[in-house]
């Protein structure tokens, strides 16, 4: 048997951060907001999950948010549930080599392949999610609920400047959020909302505090539905 690197042992550990959601919700602009307000108290790390290109992780190196070295591509080549969930070997390698390689950390974020509702991260690999939905996706998708919606750490309502645009009572959509929620948080988010951008921040410093008191325990929001694909292939990612 192969000798497991020395490093895997000695690097400290960060609070590594999943963000998931549906497909262009903004999830790698919420990353790249999150390291522009944080990278001077935190030290970050960035893991982006594509099926088959390295064009988030591009997109955050050209933003400028963070020294591109520390930004890291993970091209999953399948469904994007099966990187994050079922088999999250190449992203524990990839979050673990970041913080080998930038000892010591203080934050991971680790953004999903963007999909439909149903793609929550393993705790195996992140201590906290957040779930992205954007007005511009329907103001009912909130009750529509599934795993991310109903139960990851936090819910993101985003491009809430979009609302007039799209017919969405903003409000509306994040009592919806709340409801589905059993009193989980919630943030309804712009990045043109200086007050959100606060919100969003101030949650994440109480997490990674209580983090490093040892007082926050992984929470797996739950499996998605068994499905199939194009090719036959039905698997329920349980
Ligand atoms: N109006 C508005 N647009 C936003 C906001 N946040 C992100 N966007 C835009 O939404 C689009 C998608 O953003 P991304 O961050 O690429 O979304 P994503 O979820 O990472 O997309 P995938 O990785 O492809 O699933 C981009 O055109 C962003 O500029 C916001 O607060 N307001
Ligand atoms: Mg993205």
Not at 141 to 159: E, Y
Not at 195 to 222: C, K
């Amino acid at each position: 048997m192969p000798e497991t690197p020395a490093h895997r042992h000695t690097a400290s550990r960060s609070f590594r951060l999943g963000v998931a959601g549906p497909v262009g919700t903004g999830k790698s602009s919420l990353i790249a907001l999150l390291c522009r307000e944080l990278r001077d108290v935190y030290r970050l790390g960035v893991i982006t999950n594509d099926i088959y290109t390295d064009e988030d992780a591009r997109f955050l190196r050209s933003a400028g948010v963070l020294d591109p070295e520390r930004i890291r591509a993970v091209e999953t080549g399948a469904c994007p549930h099966t990187a994050i969930r079922d088999d999250v070997t190449a992203n524990l390698l990839a979050v673990e080599d970041l913080e080998h390689d930038f000892d010591p950390l203080d934050v991971v974020l680790v953004e999903s392949g963007g999909d439909n509702l149903t793609a929550t991260f393993s705790p195996a690999l992140v201590d906290a999610q957040i779930f992205v939905l954007d007005v511009a996706g329907g103001g009912d998708v909130a009750r529509k609920g599934g795993p991310g919606i109903a139960r990851a750490d936090l819910l993101v309502v985003n491009k809430t400047d979009l609302g007039p645009y799209v017919g969405v009572d903003v409000e509306r959509m994040r009592a919806d959020a709340l409801a589905a929620r059993d009193g989980r948080p919630v943030i309804a988010l712009s990045r043109t909302d200086r007050a959100s951008i606060e919100e969003l921040t101030t949650w994440l410093h109480a997490l990674v505090a209580q983090f490093r008191s040892g007082e926050h325990s992984p929470v797996d929001p739950g499996p998605m539905a068994p499905h199939s694909h194009a090719d036959g292939t039905v698997h329920t990612h349980a």
